[in-house]
């Protein structure tokens, strides 16, 4: 039981459910003067036969903050697998209550969380996927790119706009609503939707967002004008299949009158200016 508990739990144990699996305090105490175990924190125990990753660094710093605690932000982001590289410092959500102190390595935010913005991933509790996604993206190190890949792949914008409005208040909120109004734009992608945020800088209107012409979605569309603009992300179509369905999209939708323009991730983050420009020269023409 007690290997198995180790296993499931990446080699961090509590002293609760050391004495759960039959082991008494003194027990405990004499792996971790023999060196077996290493003390993380009081009542915290990481078994030091293996390497002490990620996971069980995330793993003690939120069980060494009480039951109530809660991995959250960039911590929860990538254990619920949001994102590639866990942060290097772990953020713990504690309740207002709560006497635990920060330590290096662990950052602490006080607040009682909804029982719907906890959940609960390999025997860890993390903030519930929404809640993480609202407060990963608008931290250093998050960004869009979080929202963009949940929306895709695990969420529904409703979702996330619900559990904003039931956390208002929280830290970095102002931020996180403003990223769900450059979502709310219609565009999917996280360039459509750096796209549309130009747009709106620039003060240009008449357009609307993923709009059908001659069968084929179109990301920005200026109907009066005919003007179609297609925004390339991140993995820009790197297969020939793909490739060559672009160019079919492109063709039929120049074949009914419109202009097409293309613009890349890096037109959009380098060139700002120059899209902007673009974009009115090709509304402005007759």
Avoid at 96 to 116: E, I, K, Y
Avoid at 150 to 163: E, F, I
Wanted: aromatic share 6%; with cysteine.
């Amino acid at each position: 039981m007690l290997d198995e508990l180790l296993r499931c739990h990446d080699g961090v144990i509590t002293l609760g459910q050391a004495r759960d699996a039959g082991l008494s305090q003194d027990a405990v105490e004499r792996r971790v003067r023999s060196g077996r175990w290493r003390r993380c924190a009081r009542g915290v125990y990481f078994v030091d036969d293996r390497p002490f990753t990620d996971a069980a660094r995330i793993r003690a710093a939120v069980w060494s903050n009480g039951e109530r605690a809660v991995a959250s932000g960039l911590a929860a982001a990538w254990w619920l697998e949001l994102t590639q590289f866990a942060p290097g410092t772990v953020e713990v959500t504690v309740p207002r209550a709560s006497n635990h102190r920060s330590r290096p390595g662990v950052r602490l935010r006080r607040r009682d969380l909804a029982p719907s913005d906890v959940f609960e991933s390999r025997g860890l509790r993390v903030t519930a996927l929404p809640m993480t996604v609202v407060e990963a993206a608008v931290r250093r190190g998050g960004g869009p790119k979080i929202l963009d890949q949940a929306l895709q792949r695990r969420t529904h914008l409703p979702a996330l706009w619900t559990t904003h409005l039931r956390n208002k208040g929280r830290h970095g909120s102002p931020a996180a609503r403003r990223l769900l109004r450059a979502a709310d734009d219609g565009a999917r992608s996280e360039a459509e939707r750096l796209a549309a945020r130009l747009l709106n800088l620039a003060k240009i209107t008449g357009w609307k967002a993923n709009q059908r012409v001659a069968g084929y979605e179109v990301d920005v569309l200026f109907r009066g004008p005919k003007v179609a603009i297609e925004i390339d992300g991140f993995a820009f179509h790197s297969d020939s299949e793909a490739f060559q369905r672009d160019r079919t999209k492109q063709n039929a939708i120049a074949l009914v009158g419109y202009h097409v323009l293309r613009f890349t991730w890096l037109d959009l983050t380098e060139h700002p200016d120059r899209v902007v420009e673009e974009v009115r020269r090709a509304i402005r023409a007759p």
